[in-house]
């Protein structure tokens, strides 16, 4: 019941007055983007005769409210019924209603990459060749189905108080010589993603892994610590501000440099070794009631005036053209590939012994005095 007074509540928050034009007037007013092919203009019309779209996705609908706005201001007509979920809930929630053949979402937008992955491969998504997609990263669409829509790096976040300038880690092996040189001070007081309970918390720490073997001894000396597990960034970033946090690990830089702008208390650091760069990838569900406004309003979120209104917030946008407050240098930015490769995060058999690895280490943490 929570989603879908959810959809209903943000739909009448981001309400547009009707036109009182008559609706040839209307149509005449809706421009075709710049650069689109004549043939967009059918889209358009078809998307206006359906009137609405309906999405889920997991990016907070406050930050949503803006973008949904413009694309209303852009193509006036369209309702777009807009349902914030966690992850694994739009999961479920899509996949029971799709097998139920009931109304469902038109798209499907999640920062899950991992599991956005598997539902393309299952054949829950449809093909698109936007007009967008030469303008994207090469690694943010597969398939003409998955796209990629935010660059969304993953830090460190610590208090300032608790962490002086000097001691701030620069890199993972920083980290790593600072969980051990002062394990004492950070007893109880860092954080980070449960693997076993967080999809995106998995994602991240595999990421890790795969990238260098040097994680390993990271974890190690987080575990020594005895870490704090949660499994939303939110908590992560109330903890740090709060003090009861010195730092949290594997935290979603987008929303920690927004806290920060707002509390003195937050510092976020990227690390210079490396950085993971995630995205929220989006699909048109293969059966969508209302594709043709679902193709409108991806192609707004990919668009340069879509990506501009996701820059002003916390998510990042995924095109280099677009002005952003932020950029990281590419020698840091390491992407994380749209693509099947992150189906074997899901498989069961490497999940499981990567969790048993993961609990082992935790536990050896516990026995250090």
Do not use: C
Not at 3 to 25: D, G, N, R, W, Y
Not at 58 to 84: H, Q, T
């Amino acid at each position: 019941m929570r989603s879908f007074i959810t959809v209903l509540t943000l739909a009448a928050m981001i309400a547009v007055p009707a036109a009182t034009a008559p609706a040839e007037a209307q149509r005449q007013r809706v421009e075709r983007p710049a650069g689109y092919p004549r043939s967009y203009d059918s889209l358009i019309a078809d998307a206006r005769a359906e009137g609405t779209v309906r999405i889920y996705a997991n990016a907070d609908k406050a930050e949503m409210v803006p973008v949904v706005s413009a694309f209303r201001r852009a193509f006036p007509g369209i309702r777009v019924l807009y349902a914030d979920l966690g992850s694994a809930e739009l999961y479920r929630r899509y996949t029971a209603e799709v097998r139920a053949k009931q109304y469902s979402a038109d798209i499907v937008w999640s920062s899950a990459m991992d599991q956005q992955v598997k539902l393309i491969n299952d054949g829950y998504a449809q093909q698109y060749a936007s007009p967008e997609k030469p303008a994207l990263p090469e690694a943010a669409v597969w398939k003409n189905m998955g796209f990629g829509v935010t660059a969304e790096p993953i830090g460190v976040v610590y208090n300032r108080k608790l962490v002086p300038a000097a001691l701030v880690p620069q890199s993972h092996r920083q980290l790593e010589q600072l969980l051990r040189k002062r394990r004492a001070a950070f007893m109880g007081k860092v954080a980070t993603f449960d693997p076993a309970r967080s999809n995106v918390g998995y994602l991240y720490l595999s990421q890790d892994f795969q990238i260098t073997r040097d994680t390993r001894g990271l974890v190690e000396a987080m575990a020594a610590t005895r870490p704090v597990l949660m499994t939303h960034t939110e908590e992560m970033l109330q903890g740090v501000a709060s003090g009861k946090l010195a730092m949290a690990y594997n935290v979603i830089g987008s929303y920690a440099l927004e806290r920060a702008r707002r509390d003195p208390n937050i510092g976020v650091v990227f690390p210079r070794d490396y950085t993971i760069v995630t995205s929220r990838i989006a699909f048109i569900s293969r059966e969508a009631r209302h594709p043709a406004a679902a193709r409108l309003f991806l192609d707004f979120l990919l668009s340069r005036a879509g990506q501009a209104q996701l820059a002003r917030h916390s998510l990042w946008p995924v095109r280099s053209d677009v002005p952003a407050s932020h950029r990281l240098p590419a020698g840091q930015a390491r992407p994380v590939r749209v693509g099947p490769q992150l189906l074997v995060n899901l498989d069961r058999l490497t999940r499981a012994r990567f969790l048993r690895d993961w609990n082992a280490i935790l536990a050896s943490g516990q026995n250090i005095r």
